[in-house]
T-cell receptor, first 107, second 117 residues
Framework: GQNIDQPTEMTATEGAIVQINCTYQ??????LFWYQQHAGEAPTFLSYNVLDGLEEKGRFSSFLSRSKGYSYLLLKELQMKDSASYLCAVGDYKLSFGAGTTVTVRA | GAVVSQHPSWVICKSGTSVKIECRSL??????MFWYRQFPKQSLMLMATSNEGSKATYEQGVEKDKFLINHASLTLSTLTVTSAHPEDSSFYIC?????????????FGPGTRLTVL
């Protein structure tokens, strides 16, 4: 089975940086995904890591350490529109999702 | 990425009635679609994997006779909540994965919010 842990909530100021951690224990691993979900909407894909290291995509970066069962999503230059829930998901063909981290960006 | 639509966006029904939710893959032929359920402030829980032309695969604890899934074509899967009750009120989301490889991303539909009175 899968056990995925993320912090419940985080608050940050516009323009700042926030790091969302995700730890997982899984019986099989073929990749880790990060999704963004605004309230009342479906998740949208942000990033994917299958090898150790940092993947950078504009203001968003994701890091993976397979030996530690650990990932983080880094949001830089925060904007108000980044206020959302961020979901960590692991698996292969089927994904298991963490409970999500609600990020609130304040002016 | 794949474009996925769902219909309806929201539905309110009386307890005991059945509700059908459609999931369409608009630009990709999907042999497999996934159905999730999300309760308020909780994560997505996979309900079942919908396979075109064959029976769906249900996750443990999901009643297959209550949540009927039909995947009759490569672009359409339907989820029917039979004899709905207030505890079935939830956000139902479908997704399409663009391939069999672990590197292929899942793309989600916009979701259907079901409220059972």
């Amino acid at each position: 089975g899968q056990n995925i842990d993320q912090p419940t909530e985080m608050t940050a100021t516009e323009g700042a940086i926030v790091q969302i951690n995700c730890t997982y224990q899984t019986s099989g691993f073929n990749g880790l995904f990060w999704y963004q979900q605004h309230a009342g909407e479906a998740p949208t894909f942000l990033s994917y890591n299958v090898l150790d290291g940092l993947e950078e995509k504009g203001r968003f970066s994701s890091f993976l350490s397979r030996s530690k069962g650990y990932s983080y999503l880094l949001l830089k230059e925060l904007q108000m529109k980044d206020s959302a829930s961020y979901l960590c998901a692991v698996g292969d063909y089927k994904l298991s999702f963490g409970a999500g981290t609600t990020v609130t960006v304040r002016a | 990425g794949a474009v996925v639509s769902q219909h309806p966006s929201w539905v309110i029904c009386k307890s005991g009635t059945s509700v059908k939710i459609e999931c369409r893959s608009l630009d990709f032929q999907a042999t497999t679609m996934f159905w999730y359920r999300q309760f308020p402030k909780q994560s997505l829980m996979l309900m079942a994997t919908s396979n075109e032309g064959s029976k769906a695969t249900y996750e443990q604890g999901v009643e297959k006779d209550k949540f009927l899934i039909n995947h009759a074509s490569l672009t359409l899967s339907t989820l029917t909540v039979t004899s709905a009750h207030p505890e079935d009120s939830s956000f139902y989301i479908c997704s399409v994965r663009t391939g069999m490889s672990s590197t292929d991303t899942q793309y989600f539909g916009p979701g259907t919010r079901l409220t059972v009175l």
